[in-house]
């Protein structure tokens, strides 16, 4: 993402890229690691982590599909 010069990314990008998978590894990692005291709150956990993943890569899918829906399909024309 730092690596390309096109764009410039936005407090989203980096929420959706970096701040919410952290949080949801880090999640993960105490569940495992509280597991052996404390099994339900860590499958809990473990679920929340989860669905936390599933919902950054639905929101993540969706923002790449509307970028080539809008943005490359505004390009393709304008080439024309």
Do not use: C
């Amino acid at each position: 993402m730092r690596a390309q010069d096109a764009y410039q990314p936005e407090f989203e990008d980096w929420l959706f890229h970096v701040l919410l998978p952290f949080a949801a590894y880090v999640t993960l990692a105490v569940s495992a690691y509280g597991a052996r005291s404390h099994l339900r709150e860590a499958l809990f956990g473990v679920a929340a982590a989860v669905l936390l993943l599933l919902f950054i890569g639905i929101h993540n899918a969706w923002d790449a599909v509307t970028y080539h829906v809008f943005v490359k399909t505004r390009d393709n024309k304008r080439q024309r």
